[in-house]
């Protein structure tokens, strides 16, 4: 992405950063926050998020950056920094900074610990999740291949099978929604909703009291008779009805969420204590 013209005529630095214009270095623009390294890290996340940064590519040097965001080395160094802490940088002496080729766990960590801070998200991320899943769930429906629903029905048998199993269950249940988007055969759907249920699971994890062997099954066999219906309209290939049944499981779901959320101070609150 090419830099807004009055950009050019209010910073000579950027001026000179044309010459060092890359693919990855069109996407970056100057920053104007009062923290200009957390806008240079929010940016770089980003480039990775949409896969212009790629594991093991190496950014411009830090003349390129300076230039490119028309900042000093200092607050380059800086964001630089701090990308390397959380693992999705790696700085090599000699060599210059690469994407980590670990980049996402330790991304997909440090987003999710940030949503354990606001029960807004939560509540944020389950309308997200059910304008996503429903229709993933209506694509699926038409562009299903026979090995895809062989692969849900195993996910199913899978939940079936592991109802007094927590961690377990939780994994098939997670399987089983990642499949039916892989079976749209959108990659960037797939991946999307690989870091909305990542997100949930994490936050089902770490804020909620954890249910007992008996508060777990209840839940589970409910949620278990719903993915046999989403299946059914795959295989008959109905998208609608596909749409329609993955909705009701996710507000299903998500309804037992709702009175823990309410429940659970947000993080401002507790600040303000």
């Known amino acids: 992405m090419s830099l807004p013209p009055h950009h050019e005529k209010k910073n000579p630095i950027t001026r000179k950063a044309r010459k060092f214009e890359t693919p990855v270095s069109r996407e970056m623009r100057p920053v104007s926050r009062t923290s200009l390294s957390d806008d240079i890290v ?3 996340i980003d480039l990775i998020a949409r896969e212009i940064l790629k594991p093991g590519d190496r950014l411009p040097s830090e003349k390129e950056l300076c230039g490119r965001f028309g ?16 693992g999705i940088l790696d700085g090599r002496v000699g060599e210059g900074t690469f994407v980590s080729d670990d980049n996402k766990k330790y991304l997909e960590k440090s987003l999710q610990w ?9 509540q944020d991320l389950i309308e997200t999740r059910l304008m996503l899943e429903s229709q993933t769930a209506f694509l699926a429906a038409r562009r299903a291949r026979e090995e895809d629903l062989q692969e849900i029905a195993r996910t199913i048998r899978g ?48 804020s ?4 007992s062997v008996r508060e777990m099954r209840i839940r589970a066999e409910s949620s278990v008779r719903e993915p046999h ?17 993955m909705t009701e499981h996710i507000l299903s779901s998500s309804a ?4 823990k959320i309410r429940e ?10």
């Open 114 to 122: 940030g949503l354990l801070m606001e029960r807004k998200d939560v």
């Open 71 to 86: 900042v000093g080395r200092t607050t380059i160094r800086e964001a630089l920094r701090s990308l390397a802490v959380m």
């Open 229 to 245: 219906k989403i299946l059914q309209a795959l295989r008959q290939h109905k998208p609608e009805e596909a749409r329609q049944a």
């Open 256 to 259: 037992d969420l709702q009175p």
């Open 208 to 211: 909620l009291s954890k249910p």
């Open 159 to 206: 939940m079936e099978e592991s109802l007094e199993q927590p961690e377990e269950y939780l994994k098939f249940d997670l399987q089983f929604h990642l499949t039916i988007a892989r079976a749209t055969q959108n990659s960037i759907l797939h991946n999307l909703l690989s870091l909305t249920r990542g997100y949930l699971q994490s936050w089902i994890h770490k």
């Open 42 to 44: 929010e940016q770089i």
């Open 264 to 273: 659970r101070p947000s993080a401002v609150a507790v600040r303000q204590r």
